[in-house]
């Protein structure tokens, strides 16, 4: 079974220019959530979303918006970068997601995204 | 407060010892937790997760949870030098978000 699949893996990025990030989810999951791990920071929960829809938000500026297709596969876009948005972007996808409490998260590889 | 709390270490253990780490929380709602390790460059992966008060052993791992002292540990014996990553702990925030400490770096040495 092929696991969670995230691309580009490696971006670099202007400020003010705009990024979209893609997710493709273990296969029969519904789930995908987005996180930002930067060294300062570390690991902080962008949004999740369920069947198309966002379930669940952290805080976050607007400009970290995202979506999920019928199919589960998830992108992330992050409009007028700033040299704060540098960090590692990680998805991770499970079956019923954060509402199911024991769900696990599985994660992908990430992508390194760096704003210059 | 943060929300999760680790030691960042980095925490040394021989070769063959046994490794403590360490994650306090402050959501007494949180139900269920979760120990990630994280290799440099790499993505978490699981290694345990625990939702009752008391040890869960799964091989050389164990997790203890005490929801009273809102305390996660996961214990590692035999340490080896594989065993050499970031520790992170996390909690499901009310079926909301996923909450991750900063991690804890194991060093074991051979």
């Known amino acids: 079974k092929a696991g969670v699949t995230q691309t580009p893996r490696y971006l670099i990025k202007t400020r003010g220019q705009q990024v979209t990030l893609s997710c493709s989810p273990i296969s029969g999951h519904r789930s995908v959530s987005w996180y930002q791990q930067t060294p300062g920071q570390g690991l902080q929960f962008l949004f999740e979303y369920f069947s198309e829809t966002q379930r669940n938000k952290g805080n976050f500026p607007g400009r970290f918006s995202g979506r999920q297709f019928s199919n589960s596969r998830s992108e992330m876009n992050v409009s007028t970068l700033e040299l704060g948005d540098s960090a590692l972007y990680l998805c991770?996808?499970?079956?019923?997601?954060?509402?199911?409490?024991?769900?696990?998260?599985?994660f992908g590889a990430g992508t390194r995204l760096s704003v210059l | 407060q943060k929300e999760v709390e680790q030691n960042s270490g980095p925490l040394s253990v021989p070769e063959g010892a046994i490794a403590s780490l360490n994650c306090t929380y402050s959501d007494r709602v949180s139900q269920s937790f979760f120990w990630y390790r994280q290799y440099s460059g790499k993505s978490p992966e699981l290694i345990m997760s625990?939702?009752?008060?008391g040890d869960k052993e799964d091989g050389r791992f164990t997790a203890q949870l005490n929801k009273a002292s809102q305390y996660v540990s996961l214990l590692i014996r035999d340490s080896q030098p594989s065993d050499s990553a970031t520790y992170l702990c996390?909690?499901?925030?009310?079926?909301?978000?996923?909450?991750f400490g900063k991690g804890t770096t194991l060093s074991v040495s051979s």
């Open positions: 625990i939702y009752s008060n």
């Open positions: 996390a909690l499901n925030q009310a079926g909301t978000a996923l909450i």
């Open positions: 991770a996808s499970a079956t019923g997601g954060l509402s199911y409490g024991e769900d696990i998260q599985y």
